[in-house]
């Protein structure tokens, strides 16, 4: 499996990211081909220290990383990616990764 992983700051208005996010960029995200799973972070995305700079953490579950790269030059992956400028005025990080049961 190969993991692509979105943390988005906090945004300037929460209810209005939450609202966006769920309402529209999930279900232009849920159309990338590829995708094999699609997870969210619930609730306060914290430390061990306490508060973090985060308001969400997404996963987005793939093959491997070839999948990855195929689905974001698909249209629907160029169209999910093009939202998230629409939303994320916290800005975002994403990492992408090869993972492996341990």
Not at 32 to 42: A, F, N, Q, W
Not at 63 to 80: N, T, V
């Amino acid at each position: 499996m190969a993991s692509l992983v979105v943390m988005y700051g906090t945004p300037v208005d929460s209810a209005e990211f939450d609202r966006y996010y769920f309402e529209t960029h999930v279900p232009i995200a849920k159309k990338i081909p590829g995708l094999r799973k699609y997870e969210v972070s619930r609730g306060p995305v914290v430390t061990p220290a306490g508060p973090s700079k985060f308001h969400l953490i997404a996963t987005l579950q793939f093959d491997d990383q070839a999948a990855i790269q195929a689905a974001f030059a698909s249209a629907e992956g160029e169209a999910a990616a093009a939202d998230v400028q629409n939303f994320a005025t916290g800005g975002a990080d994403m990492l992408i990764f090869q993972s492996q049961e341990v």
